[in-house]
């Protein structure tokens, strides 16, 4: 579920194929604010790697970091606590 203030995804894409087609790398990077740009949520970086075998199988790879600066969203239903010495067996 997205932001109350909406979410921009500006992202970029490189891929490279060094083994004619049959080996391609990708790298994908987001960086996610609010539609209005005040708000930094993040980064993104994605690593790809698809190998192929034949005309009709292929083996995928993938990595994803997220690096986030600014958490705003609380879903419903759920216990946030600060955990400490004094209260690690209490529950929500």
Do not use: W
């Amino acid at each position: 579920m997205p932001p109350n203030n909406g979410l921009r995804d500006v992202f970029s894409t490189e891929s490279t194929n060094p083994d004619n087609d049959n080996f391609i790398l990708s790298r994908i990077y987001h960086d996610l604010t609010d539609d209005a740009e005040r708000t930094h949520y993040g980064k993104e970086y994605d690593f790809q790697a698809v190998k192929k075998f034949g005309k009709h199988y292929s083996l995928l790879g993938n990595l994803l970091i997220m690096i986030l600066t600014s958490l705003t969203l609380t879903p419903k239903n759920s216990c946030f606590r600060e955990i400490s010495t004094s209260n690690l067996d209490q529950s929500c």
